[in-house]
């Protein structure tokens, strides 16, 4: 029995899987004397430092857990469960951390985006139980803006580089604490926990290599395009430019908790499921969307990503649904991020035209709750051929594919209701708006490539990058792994994204990243999965 420390910030239903999928039950913490009676105790922590700590005090909790840490039992903080064992966070500078390991949460002052977010591997520093079955190349899942800052070196487990070197994870005796999720970071993750529930009395053991510098992998990511069909079972479809059928019948490429569990075994990064009728239907009443996700995360360890009618919503009955609401339900049912589009255009035309923002917009209210990390902004541009920069008051570009009439820019028109309707705001505005209203990531298509297998439209990609400090997942286009080497390489995009290729298992998932390996930072695939 497992005792699992929720402090009511956040989605932990991918820890409790992850733990079950081991073979063990989990029991939550409904007052301090659970805290103190616990065998094992996992505390993952979401959320801000500061509302942790208070939600801690207020509960009386911090007492039971300094008892139980100082008695050394067995203790896994994860991430923020991590950071709250040290004793104030610059997050919030009033709040006093739990203070069991001397030292201060820092922010990261680095060169690079923040959050750090992504697969980066980890540099041990001492022998540990934990360690067993790890050769030392493998790399976990973090999201974090904040690293601890021990004053005891002592204490240091692993360290991560990321434009600088960081804390990754630090134990003491029975207590250990990591920055990364082991719950979202596939079969290495889960022989971490597994290493923590079932073997932390095992002698302590070096992994056989450490990396002399961890890089943060490129990420490899499966979008899964989900509708009801004719008949109104829910499948995967996949659009030639966004047209979904094929002779008048929607195109059925499979189903998609089956599909999302081959993807995560044949090495996928990260898998998004896009609900692409969800600008007409409304989420919270398509249940069978929020059943996927729960039957997804049950089975499937990287990070999920859901998008498709994030927004405010009256039904028929004329009962008023927030966006948050909406995601809020999205986290509880397992997904780690919510993706938006249409609304986040209609947000930005708004933001343009009153000069103001309300804070009160799907963008603001979700990344304030639940962290910029978990909010991307799904991009539905389509190119628009002009004469002369001078032509439209939007975002131009001199492009090196003309147009039909040998023009020599173009702009990227933003679309909603999956490429219906064009507006008049263009990708690069919208994505430096989204920006600044507190988006975590942009999730790039293109309606000119999706589809095509004609490769990443690089100019879009790279006018985007250049426009914005997130992260960006280049898609649409990806025709074979050489594409993925270019958009890596040509661009600075952080992740690449495909649907067609994976789905008609032209080029699988362990095809692509064996391409890759050695020339970009990958994670590497495992074992045993189909590469030709
Ligand atoms: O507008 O917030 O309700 O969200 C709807 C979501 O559904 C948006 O993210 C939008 O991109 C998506 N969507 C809507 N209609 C379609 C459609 O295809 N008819 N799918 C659609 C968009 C785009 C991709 C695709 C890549 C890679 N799919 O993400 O997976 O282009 O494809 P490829 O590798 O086969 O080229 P809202």
């Known amino acids: 029995m497992v005792t699992l420390l929720d402090y009511g910030a956040g989605n932990v239903r991918s820890v409790v899987n992850a733990i079950q999928s081991l073979g063990h039950s989990v029991r939550f913490v409904q007052s301090p004397e659970d805290i103190l009676s616990a065998k094992k105790l996992v505390f993952p922590g979401v959320g801000a430092f500061g509302a942790m700590m208070r939600v801690l005090r207020n509960k009386g909790f911090v007492e039971p857990l300094l008892r139980y840490l100082e008695a050394d039992r067995p203790f896994l903080g994860i991430c923020l469960g991590l950071q709250a064992l040290f004793q104030g966070s610059e997050e919030d500078p009033g709040e006093e951390g739990l203070g069991f390991f001397k030292g201060m949460v820092r922010r990261f002052r680095v060169n690079l985006a923040v959050p750090h977010i992504g697969w980066n591997g980890i540099k041990p520093r001492k022998p540990s139980a934990l360690f067993h079955g790890l050769d030392g190349e493998e790399k976990f899942y973090f999201v974090h803006s904040y690293h601890v800052d021990p004053e005891d070196s002592e204490v240091i487990l692993t360290t991560t580089d990321y434009g600088r070197e960081f804390v990754s994870a630090v134990q003491k005796g029975r207590v250990a604490a990591v920055q990364f999720h082991p719950e979202k970071s596939g079969s290495v993750g889960l022989r971490i ?59 059925n490429l499979g ?38 996700l729960e039957r997804t995360s049950e089975k499937v360890f990287v990070p999920l990503t859901i998008g498709g009618g994030i927004r405010d919503y009256v039904d028929k009955d004329g009962t008023k649904y927030s966006a948050l609401q909406v995601a809020s339900a999205y986290f509880r049912s397992g997904a780690d991020k919510v993706s938006i589009g249409s609304d986040a255009v209609l947000i930005v035309e708004d ?61 990227y028109q933003c679309t909603i209701k999956g490429g219906r309707e064009g507006r008049p705001v263009d990708a690069v505005t919208l994505a430096r708006v989204c920006e600044e209203l507190g988006a975590g990531e942009i999730l790039l298509n293109c309606i000119d490539r999706d589809g095509t297998n004609l490769g990443f439209d690089l100019e879009l990609i790279n006018a985007v990058k250049e426009a914005v400090t997130l992260p960006v997942i280049a898609s ?52 045993g999965t189909p590469q030709r």
Not at 258 to 273: H, K, N, P, Q, V
Not at 483 to 511: C, D, K
């Open 193 to 251: 926990l597994k290493n923590f529930l079932e073997a932390l009395e095992a002698p302590s053991v070096l992994p056989a290599k450490a990396p002399a510098r961890t890089q943060l992998a490129k990420r490899i990511i499966a979008c899964l395009d989900v509708r009801s069909n004719d008949q109104g079972d829910l499948v995967v479809t996949k659009g030639d430019q966004y047209d979904v059928r094929e002779k008048g019948v929607v195109r």
């Open 255 to 292: 189903k998609p908790v089956e599909l999302a569990r081959r993807y995560y075994e044949e090495g996928a990064d990260e898998i998004t499921f896009l609900n692409i009728t969800g600008f007409r239907d409304f989420p919270l009443k398509d249940l069978p969307m929020l059943e996927v």
């Open 351 to 411: 933001v343009r035209r009153t000069g103001k923002t309300t804070g009160r917009s799907a963008i603001e209210t979700i990344s304030r709750l639940y962290g910029s990390q978990a909010v991307v902004i799904s991009i539905d541009p389509r190119r628009v051929y002009v004469a002369s920069p001078r032509e439209v008051p939007h975002h131009v570009l001199e492009t090196q594919i003309p147009g039909p009439q040998g023009e020599r820019y173009c702009w």
């Open 476 to 527: 649409s286009g990806a025709g074979c792994a050489e594409h993925f080497l270019e958009v890596f390489t040509q661009t600075r995009a952080e992740s690449a994204l495909a649907a067609g290729i994976f789905h008609r298992n032209e080029v699988p998932i362990g095809a692509v990243k064996a391409f890759l390996r050695g020339k970009v930072p990958i994670r590497p695939t495992p074992h």
